[in-house]
């Protein structure tokens, strides 16, 4: 155990840590708790906060996990320092290097110099130590650091490749430095120092790459917390906007058709208020009427947005339910205020369910407050048509005009709000200038079971 945690340390590599590229790097802490979300930066956020560096600590300024990069100078001195004392040290049974020649402390030395190498060029660097332990063996001065090395830079061609890739390297290596100190050795095939080397290379080959397959577990993980990470922030902002749409079609729902009423009222009021004081009269009853009915449905809208639970929202509905079953009396207020809708109903309205005749609902109030509005001859009709499959829903009322440039426009909140309506029921919408007026449509499909 010790042994490998020393080849661990020395190889400047961490089950934790790697030493290529940093978007690989395992160390980056594991997706924040909920409770630890924090809100993306607005566009005017600029000049950040750069990362802190303290030590071999990174730390994010943003509250993440630091990520430890281990510096690499400590391995490569303690490995450094390791063959040196092996340059000087013989196996049992052979010559110093110092006693056979001092030259062979050139070979024998040269590991300290390429052993940092070998995170750049891996399989280079094996080569080229195996090569110099050939070369000590054959000439009969095998050195214990130069061995030391060759465990090294296989635990490192074993971290930084794939596996296939470390096995024909390791094979290769245990199959030339075992035969080459065979051919060496006196004893032939029973030289014990050939097997201990035999060994402790495959030894570091499994450890570099069970501490690889480690590295990419974690890195793995780290990758599927992070994704999962942004999987539920992308769901958290996609409900926030969807839930603002909700709200602003129910406050447009809620007050654009009353609003629209007390504005065209309070004119009218505001015209006949000294000529004929009767319609001033009506006109303020009007504008009465539809603030009373706005602020009971912008009381009822702030009961369902306060409704801590589906359950609840459903208990604070208000009753009875909007639908085509409400049609007169939706009709009738825009008659109190000068609009003559004339309305058509063909086949079953209760054939719909309650959330397409809602909508059906809602796209008539629409119709007919942009046809008080924007229209001319203050006429509209309405056509509700329930087919085999599918619900019809037409309204038309003329325009001309600032009118028609106004209806034809379709970027008001309100179509696109009833856009979006629509669609909630898979069903589509259609608008714009036809001849002599303006017509909008809705074609809402009906479930096959009730076909």
Request: proline share 7%; charged share 20%.
């Amino acid at each position: 155990m010790i042994g490998v945690v020393m080849m661990v340390f020395l190889s400047g590599a961490s089950p934790a840590s790697r030493d290529s590229s940093p978007d690989a790097s395992p160390s980056r802490g594991l997706s924040a708790t909920a409770s630890e979300v924090r809100p993306m930066p607005s566009q005017g956020d600029v000049n950040p906060i750069p990362p802190r560096q303290t030590g071999l600590m990174r730390i994010d300024p943003d509250g993440e996990l630091p990520r430890v990069h281990p510096p690499a100078w400590p391995g490569d001195l303690v490995a450094a320092l390791l063959v040196l004392v092996g340059a000087f040290v013989a196996f049992p049974g052979s010559g110093s290097l110092v006693a056979e020649s001092p030259l062979l402390l050139i070979p024998a030395l040269a590991p300290i110099v390429i052993l940092p190498l070998r995170r750049r060029w891996p399989l280079l660097i094996l080569g080229a130590i195996v090569a110099l332990s050939c070369t000590l063996s054959l000439l009969g001065a095998p050195a214990p650091g130069v061995v030391l090395a060759l465990v090294i830079a296989v635990f490192g061609v074993a971290y930084r490749n794939e596996r296939r890739v470390s096995l024909i390297a390791v094979a290769g290596t245990i199959v030339v430095v075992v035969s080459v100190t065979l051919v060496a050795a006196a004893e032939g095939l029973l030289e014990p120092r050939a097997l201990q080397i035999g060994l402790m290379v495959a030894v570091a080959g499994a450890a570099g790459d069970a501490t690889r397959s480690r590295s990419a577990y974690i890195a793995a993980v780290t990758e599927r917390a992070r994704r999962a990470e942004e999987t539920r922030e992308a769901e958290a902002r996609r409900r926030v906007s969807e839930e603002r749409l909700r709200i602003a079609r129910d406050l447009h729902d809620a007050v654009a058709h009353q609003i629209s009423v007390i504005s065209l009222n309070a004119g009218v009021a505001s015209a006949s208020l000294e000529s004929r004081p009767e319609k001033t009269k009506e006109a303020l009853v009007t504008i009465r009427t539809a603030s009373r009915a706005v602020l009971g449905e912008i009381g009822d809208l702030m009961a369902v947005l306060r409704a801590a639970d589906p359950a609840e929202e459903q208990s604070v509905m208000p009753s009875p339910q909007l639908g085509l079953a409400r049609l007169d009396a939706l009709v009738a207020s825009f008659a109190a205020s000068g609009l003559d809708a004339a309305v058509r109903i063909e086949g079953d309205p209760a054939r719909l369910h309650t959330a397409a005749d809602l909508v059906a609902y809602r796209v008539v109030q629409e119709g007919l407050t942009n046809a008080l509005k924007h229209g001319a001859e203050n006429r509209a009709h309405v056509l509700v048509r329930v087919g085999d499959d599918a619900a019809r829903i037409v309204v038309t009322n003329p325009a001309s005009g600032e009118g028609s440039r106004a209806a034809s426009d379709g970027g008001g909140y309100g179509l696109m709000g009833l856009r979006e309506r629509v669609a909630s029921v898979r069903g589509t919408t259609e608008s714009g200038l036809v001849p002599g007026g303006y017509r909008l449509t809705a074609t809402i499909p009906l479930p096959k079971e009730t076909a």
